[in-house]
């Protein structure tokens, strides 16, 4: 019985280490995106168009929640909103899955 329990954590601690590193990735993805934004990277170019497309695909739901007037500040709230929602609830469920 002990024997699976600590299985069991072992279990738990990995599954919730690969949703932390998701959720930080993802984040990673997005403020990427944000700085890129602000930096006005080359948009024709293939990485800065691949992290671009990558962070309107993860940040979809957040981008129109708020309307600003100025360009800077709707990027860094639209996509800055799903990054820190992403790394709180990542970084919640694999506190929780640490802890089964």
């Known amino acids: 019985m002990h024997a699976e329990r600590i299985s069991g954590r072992r279990a738990g601690w990995s599954a919730?280490?690969?949703?932390?590193l998701a959720a930080d990735v993802v984040a990673l993805?997005?403020?990427?995106?944000?700085?890129?934004?602000?930096?006005?990277?080359?948009?024709?170019?293939?990485?800065?168009?691949?992290f671009h497309d990558a962070a309107t695909w993860l940040a979809g739901w957040s981008l129109d929640i708020f309307h600003l007037g100025r360009h800077w500040a709707q990027v860094i709230v639209g996509y800055g909103v799903a990054a820190l929602v992403y790394l709180v609830a990542g970084h919640a469920l694999a506190r929780l899955l640490h802890r089964v």
């Open 29 to 50: 993805i997005i403020v990427v995106w944000i700085v890129m934004d602000l930096l006005d990277a080359n948009r024709s170019n293939d990485v800065v168009a691949w």
């Open 16 to 20: 919730g280490r690969i949703v932390a």
